[in-house]
């Protein structure tokens, strides 16, 4: 069992940063690739960035390259998600999710454990 809590969700205006961060506990951390998903109210989830057991590997939805940038550190088992140039279309709640696999996957049905989610708002 992996537990994950997100924090440092809110609101912010467009154009402004936040930064997003999921704390494991539980089994070895560094033998999950680790995923940021969103879903925004009526949607889909979907696919935010994803970065590999090593963090050596990193993949983004097209939405956010350039934009987002996920890190991990294995030794405080965290995974932050720094977001900038937030705009409006960002709003959702945010959610950090383990995967088994060595690289994380955009399918959002391979991954094994969830945390509750943040909320980000950004206004217009």
């Known amino acids: 069992q992996v537990h994950l809590v997100e924090s440092g969700g809110g609101l912010v205006q467009a154009g402004g940063s936040l930064r997003l961060s999921c704390a494991a506990s539980g089994r070895t951390f560094s033998n999950y690739a680790m995923g940021w998903f969103r879903q925004a109210p009526g949607k889909e989830r979907e696919f935010v960035a994803g970065i590999s057991r090593g963090g050596i590997t990193t993949d983004y939805a097209e939405s956010v390259k350039g934009r987002f940038t996920i890190s991990r550190d294995n030794a405080k088992n965290t995974v932050d998600l720094q977001m900038n140039s937030l705009k409006p279309a960002d709003t959702a709640d945010y959610f950090c999710?383990?995967?088994?696999?060595?690289?994380?996957?955009?399918?959002?049905?391979?991954?094994?454990?969830w945390g509750q989610g943040t909320q980000v708002t950004v206004s217009s």
């Open positions: 999710a383990a995967d088994r696999s060595i690289l994380a996957r955009r399918a959002s049905y391979l991954y094994d454990y």
